[in-house]
T-cell receptor
Framework: ELKVEQNPLFLSMQEEKNYTIYCNYSTTSDRLYWYRQDPGKSLESLFV?????AVKQEGRLMASLDTKARLSTLHITAAVHDLSATYFCAVDISDQGGKLIFGQGTELSVKP | NAGVMQNPRHLVRRRGQEARLRCSPM?????VYWYRQLPEEGLKFMVY????????ESGMPKERFSAEFPKEGPSILRIQQVVRGDSAAYFC??????????FGDGTRLSIL
């Protein structure tokens, strides 16, 4: 059975600290996505990682993909309160595209 | 350019009633996906449709659930004879071929 596992599931950070969220998956895939979800809201696309070694950065967030290790990371640099949200990784396993398998989510809380 | 539109945003039904959830994809998108999110969990894939065709329904419960995406009009997720366990947030996403999925704001279904 395909599994996408994130850790940690809960993360309480202080502002200005750095941390990494890990996303491990159990099957071959070359497409991995990171989404952000605020409480009661929809999912906002953050990054699309399409190949081994892909690295993308946006502001204080940086995502990378290692398809050989089946691992993606989301690194947070110098956290600020506005980054508080739940972060999901999702793996596309469909040959036809589109079937996303989501991790459990990492609930991030950034405190002053 | 309007995003993915879902309605209603909130839906309350009594056990045994039918629930109909609607999703209008982004303009130009011909691929529609439905996901279910239980509290404190990630999204679970339900079904992937293109116009008038079900491409992958491997995540749909075998009974009571059906989905369609007609030639004209929105995609519909239909749940017959709802039970308490159907209470969840249902998200629709749309995309073009091989492009990231864009999510709607979801329909929060509550069963009394």
């Amino acid at each position: 059975e395909l599994k996408v596992e994130q850790n940690p599931l809960f993360l309480s950070m202080q502002e200005e600290k750095n941390y990494t969220i890990y996303c491990n998956y159990s099957t071959t895939s070359d497409r991995l996505y990171w989404y952000r979800q605020d409480p009661g809201k929809s999912l906002e696309s953050l990054f699309v990682l399409l190949s081994n070694g892909a690295v993308k950065q946006e502001g204080r967030l940086m995502a990378s993909l290692d398809t050989k290790a089946r691992l993606s990371t989301l690194h947070i640099t110098a956290a600020v309160h506005d980054l508080s949200a739940t972060y999901f990784c999702a793996v596309d396993i469909s040959d036809q595209g589109g079937k996303l398998i989501f991790g459990q989510g990492t609930e991030l809380s950034v405190k002053p | 350019n309007a995003g993915v539109m879902q309605n209603p945003r909130h839906l309350v039904r009594r056990r045994g009633q039918e629930a109909r959830l609607r999703c209008s994809p982004m303009k130009g998108h011909s691929h529609v996906y439905w996901y279910r999110q239980l509290p404190e969990e990630g999204l679970k894939f339900m079904v992937y449709l293109q116009k008038e065709n079900i491409i992958d329904e491997s995540g749909m419960p075998k009974e009571r659930f059906s989905a369609e995406f007609p030639k004209e009009g929105p995609s519909i997720l239909r749940i017959q004879q709802v039970v308490r366990g159907d209470s969840a947030a249902y998200f629709c996403a749309s995309s073009t071929q091989d492009q990231p999925q864009h999510f709607g704001d979801g329909t929060r279904l509550s069963i009394l």
